[in-house]
């Protein structure tokens, strides 16, 4: 099994990096030692500029050396040669991405084309992961294949959307067999546009359970394998 910290935290579009800033203090703050792998929302890092991008990257970065863990977050560049993507930062630094591939209504950006599988190297096992992003998991069949041993999805739903991904991440744990993660920014929702995101609550999914985290901002630690799930602390950030 692994320790999984699952950060539901709210975004706040207009602070720019002082998102990346707040969320780093909430890890550090509440990290407990031994812990395998963080998990924060979509969009997480949010930007014109991929300058500002790469700043939020190295502060990333920087954490999960020196906390000694991995830590999977989202990055979104707005423009025609933007995208929206799940960043996975090791333990020793190194990293992988993965585009989103299934664009959300008038999203903008370019989708990407290739399902991508992360390899994580954990108490002397190599685990396989499938990240996938948001809208991604309305698509999830096209996800699911053998020898994946954690589908981690990051999300920021808008709020009219919720019900149905509840009923999609349902389906899926059932389909896939093994846990599924899903994040997202912490029941505290925030307009873009005319629409409301981030209006759902983190859940651990496994077969036919499903797990919701608390309201608000809460930070939620799990043990988790392909085979079992088990809770072991909330902390409220509210």
């Not at 939020?56 to 989202?74: P, S």
């Not at 090791?90 to 999203?107: P, R, V």
């Not at 990407?112 to 309305?138: F, H, N, Y």
């Not at 859940?203 to 797990?211: E, N």
Request: charged share 25%; glycine share 10%; with cysteine.
């Amino acid at each position: 099994m692994i320790q999984v910290m699952l950060v539901q935290f709210e975004i706040r579009p207009k602070e720019g990096p002082g998102n990346v800033d707040r969320l780093l203090g909430y890890i550090r703050d509440n990290y407990k030692q031994g812990t395998d792998l963080v998990i924060v929302p979509e969009a997480v890092s949010v930007a014109t500029d991929p300058s500002q991008i790469q700043d939020d990257l190295d502060k990333i970065v920087k954490t999960a050396k020196k906390l000694g863990t991995n830590i999977i977050y989202g990055a979104k560049l707005f423009g025609e040669e933007g995208y929206n993507k799940a960043i996975l930062v090791g333990i020793d630094g190194s990293i992988d991405e993965y585009t989103k591939m299934n664009l959300w209504g008038n999203e903008g950006g370019k989708a990407g084309s290739e399902i991508a599988t992360w390899e994580l190297d954990v108490k002397d096992k190599q685990l396989k992961l499938r990240p996938l992003v948001c809208a991604d998991m309305q698509h999830f069949k096209r996800y699911i294949s053998e020898g994946i041993d954690l589908y981690v999805v990051i999300a920021n739903l808008d709020i009219s959307k919720v019900q149905y991904a509840m009923i999609d991440l349902e389906n899926f744990a059932k389909e896939a067999k093994h846990s599924v993660i899903i994040v997202d920014s912490g029941g505290v929702p925030y307009d873009v546009g005319g629409h409301k995101y981030g209006a759902s609550k983190s859940c651990v999914a496994l077969g036919d359970k499903v797990l919701p985290i608390g309201e608000g901002q809460t930070i939620a630690y799990y043990n988790v394998s392909n085979i079992k799930v088990k809770p072991l602390e909330e902390i409220s950030l509210t």
